[in-house]
């Protein structure tokens, strides 16, 4: 399977999708702001990302807005974080098989890329 859960209206999203050939590779993208992540899909990113806070983008204008950064947060708290409000998500998510690749730091993407080469 591969798949990314990304953003469209998300320039980094559209840099990154153009830069692996996701178009090419046969990738099932899914908008995340159309097509809300479901429990079950953040509980299997959840097993391969290793935990939930993995996931979770502090990058979003809403973690500052909500005070989230003076607060302990539990892996609880960051899974329904991310079900209530798609921008908590970091972004893109690519699912290659049993890897999984967050966010787009450089090396997270080199390694995408390296992970669907030729595929």
């Known amino acids: 399977m591969k798949k990314i ?16 050939g996701a ?4 990738f099932s993208l899914q908008d ?5 992540i479901t429990p079950a899909q953040l509980d299997e990113m959840k097993e391969k990302a290793g935990s939930y806070e993995a996931l979770f983008s502090r ?3 809403k973690y500052k807005e909500l005070g989230l950064k003076d607060k302990q947060l539990s892996e609880q708290d960051y899974r329904q974080l991310i079900l209530d409000e798609y921008t908590f998500l970091k972004r893109p998510v690519a699912l290659v ?9 450089k090396k997270t993407v080199e390694a995408l890329k390296t992970a669907t080469k030729g595929k």
Not at 23 to 26: A, S, T, V, Y
Not at 32 to 36: F, S
Not at 97 to 105: C, L, N, P
């Open 23 to 26: 178009e090419k590779k046969g």
């Open 59 to 61: 990058r979003a204008l």
């Open 97 to 105: 098989g049993s890897k999984i690749f967050v966010g787009s730091e």
């Open 5 to 20: 859960y990304c953003l469209s209206t998300c320039s980094t999203c559209a840099r990154v999708l153009d830069e692996i």
């Open 32 to 36: 995340i702001k159309t097509e809300k």
